[in-house]
């Protein structure tokens, strides 16, 4: 699929307000619930809005545990999964393939871990490139674990399934992906596992398994203890996850730089997931949260963008300890830094080098090709901005990543000229409809595929 963004049509820009807009449900919840629901001896139902909504990646976990034994059916408004239990995995036949999902990748090397047999996964050419390593060692020497990457420290993983012992793990950096595998492989462990990260990164996984009734707890200096007691039997579970803030920041960037008031309906409003609104509110931008409830330990609700009566006056106030809440964001936060006035400075970030592309490479690439200004350092960017900057027409090229596609879709709304981008169907990883949702925002004329 190829899609190519024109330039502003004047008669659409006296449109400034769209209707409601629903988003696709939160991935980063989406694959948790998927594993710890088959982790208790519950039926679990997922309603869902359409089936074509769940994000391709969520397809890898649903693969995986099918292989594992875990009954799952899907129709087309929801999701069963019947919970095996914490003994209830069956040794897979064949590999697990873990496509393109890192979560996924991650997230199996804890739980597989502590099971009473062997496994191997594997994943695309992408994942195959991506760093497992690091993984493997804090569950080999933290917890006794037996698990073997590539000699690349890559995709294939062999997983030999033993008995886990209890530790203190300090995380070399702060990540919900290692945290969580670490939180999976503690379930199973003889003891006490105590994770500690250097800085606060997302917590859906500890939050989750709390709700689902592990024996959890949040310790001073965000240090989290778990006891092997495994969750608790909930007899059925319905659980209506929340749509994707992650998603959401690339509408709300469309509403930014197309001047369009927008309304997010039933948006995720996790504390460690909304630092990227608080830094666009601090450049200037009006945003209104209302409806707040909370279902599950996670909270959401109703959010409204005013982007046609307000602008980003000033650079992003992007600090060190940020990066872990907004590792999924930054894509389309250099982007609009592009239009700020000023210097945004992006540090400590070196994290996103092994994302499903290097994206501190694939962002100052894609900014120059555009005509912003743009630094390269080691560990992130420094991007000039100017308010009055109108970026050059031409292509996109998004090395295979589902953000960096999205992100440089949104600048092309500036553009002076069109705008194309190959193989757009890349996004479906993250938003499968996203091309549907951004021409509500910005007017199908804008939009065309083909």
């Not at 939160?26 to 519950?42: N, P, Q, V, Y």
Request: charged fraction near 20%; proline fraction near 5%.
């Amino acid at each position: 699929m190829n899609v190519e963004v024109r330039p502003s049509d004047a008669s659409y820009a006296e449109q400034s307000r769209t209707a409601p807009l629903s988003l696709p449900p939160d991935k980063s919840i989406f694959h948790r619930l998927l594993i710890i629901g088959a982790l208790t001896r519950s039926k679990l139902t997922i309603p869902i809005t359409l089936i074509e909504d769940i994000p391709v990646d969520v397809y890898a976990t649903i693969l995986a545990l099918q292989s594992l034994g875990v009954p799952i059916e899907l129709s087309r408004s929801m999701i069963e999964l019947e919970g095996v239990g914490m003994e209830g995995f069956h040794a897979p036949t064949h590999q697990i393939n873990c496509s393109n999902s890192g979560t996924t990748a991650r997230l199996f090397m804890g739980l597989l871990a502590g099971q009473s047999f062997s496994s191997r996964l594997t994943g695309d050419e992408s994942l195959s490139k991506r760093p497992m390593k690091r993984l493997a060692e804090i569950l080999n020497s933290g917890l006794g674990a037996k698990i073997e990457t590539s000699e690349k420290g890559t995709l294939p993983v062999l997983i030999e399934g033993r008995e886990l012992h209890g530790a203190t793990v300090d995380l070399p950096v702060a990540s919900a992906q290692m945290k969580s595998a670490v939180l999976l492989a503690g379930l199973y462990s003889k003891d006490v596992v105590r994770i500690r990260e250097p800085l606060q990164s997302r917590d859906h996984s500890e939050l989750m398994l709390m709700s689902f009734g592990a024996d959890i707890e949040i310790e001073a200096d965000h240090a989290i203890r778990i006891t092997a007691n495994g969750v608790v039997p909930l007899q059925n579970i319905t659980y209506n996850i929340p749509g994707d803030i992650s998603s959401a920041a690339f509408l709300i960037g469309a509403a930014i730089l197309g001047r369009r008031n927008i309304t997010l309906k039933n948006v995720g409003l996790n504390p460690t997931r909304i630092r990227f609104l608080e830094i666009l509110k601090g450049s200037g931008l009006e945003v209104e949260i209302s409806q707040v409830k909370e279902e599950w330990n996670e909270k959401k609700g109703t959010v409204e963008i005013f982007g046609a009566e307000s602008h980003l006056s000033k650079p992003l106030a992007i600090s060190a300890a940020d990066i872990p809440l907004i590792i999924d964001e930054i894509p389309i936060l250099a982007v609009l830094a592009s239009f700020c006035p000023g210097q945004t400075e992006i540090s400590r970030a070196k994290e996103l080098r092994a994302k499903e592309s290097d994206r501190l490479s694939a962002l100052a690439t894609n900014l120059r090709s555009f005509g912003a200004i743009v630094e390269e350092k080691e560990d992130g960017l420094t991007i000039f901005g100017d308010d009055t900057f109108i970026p050059h027409g031409g292509s996109i090229e998004h090395f295979g990543d589902h953000r960096i596609a999205m992100a440089f879709v949104i600048m092309a709304l500036r553009a002076r000229e069109r705008v194309t981008i190959s193989d757009a169907s890349v996004v479906s990883i993250s938003y499968p409809n996203f091309f549907r949702d951004l021409s509500l925002v910005v007017g199908k004329n804008r939009i065309h595929i083909a």
